[in-house]
Antibody, heavy 120, light 112 residues
Framework: QVQLQESGPGMVKPSETLSLTCTVS????????WSWIRQPPGKGLEWIGY???????NYNPSLKSRVTMSLDASKNQFSLNLTSVTAADTAAYYC??????????????WGQGTLVTVSS | DIVMTQSPESLAVSLGERATINCKSS????????????LTWYQHKPGQPPKLLIY???TREFGVPDRFSGSGSGTDFTLTISSLQAEDVAVYYC????????FGQGTKVEIK
């Protein structure tokens, strides 16, 4: 059974960089698209971006200028960096895996999510 | 961007009764090249990650009870819970994966 687990600081100061890592267990990181999705308190879900196991990335246009994703296949991990954060970036952050090897695929596996609060 | 609009925002249904959630996309999510509809439904309970229920608009994910069904085509879609159970209390999201991914705003289902 594939499992995903997010890790990283629960609090980040305004203007700093939010950094999260997702560790994949029970399966290989190869062959799938790996995404980050977030949910601000009381709001809906927003896709942030994906990274393919080859390293190709695609980001939500609304966040593209501040987002970078990377992947370490040797550790079965992928990461999210979001720069210049504000209170609007406070959210539960989820990592997720595509159901198939296609980029046009729903999310089958999700991490439990981690709450990141932006506050001084 | 494809905008997904759900209705209603919330609904309260008696146990054993039918719950119906609607979702509309701002443009068609049907691919003419493979005749597939890139629409999925998730169930999201507090403290848990979203759970994939339905994909290709009407294909039930393995293990999902058959009281959940998805229908629709083009731009208009419906998730139906045929006989609401207590464990179905959750927020339900539609999502398109035709062009990147966008979610509806969610529909909260409660027991009346």
């Amino acid at each position: 059974q594939v499992q995903l687990q997010e890790s990283g600081p629960g609090m980040v100061k305004p203007s700093e960089t939010l950094s999260l890592t997702c560790t994949v267990s029970g399966g290989s990181i190869s062959g799938y698209y790996w995404s980050w999705i977030r949910q601000p308190p009381g709001k809906g879900l927003e896709w942030i971006g994906y990274i393919y196991y080859s390293g190709n990335t695609n980001y939500n246009p609304s966040l593209k200028s501040r987002v970078t994703m990377s992947l370490d296949a040797s550790k079965n991990q992928f990461s999210l960096n979001l720069t210049s954060v504000t209170a609007a970036d406070t959210a539960a952050y989820y990592c997720a895996r595509s159901k198939t090897s296609s980029s046009r695929s729903p999310f089958e596996y999700w991490g439990q999510g981690t709450l990141v609060t932006v506050s001084s | 961007d494809i905008v997904m609009t759900q209705s209603p925002e919330s609904l309260a249904v008696s146990l054993g009764e039918r719950a119906t959630i609607n979702c509309k996309s701002s443009q068609s999510v049907l691919s003419s090249s493979n005749n597939k509809t890139y629409l999925t439904w998730y169930q999201h309970k507090p403290g848990q990650p979203p759970k994939l229920l339905i994909y290709w608009a009407s294909t039930r994910e393995f293990g999902v009870p058959d009281r959940f069904s998805g229908s629709g085509s083009g731009t208009d879609f419906t998730l139906t819970i045929s006989s609401l159970q207590a464990e179905d209390v959750a927020v339900y999201y539609c999502q398109q994966y035709y062009s990147l991914w966008t979610f509806g705003q969610g529909t909260k289902v409660e027991i009346k």
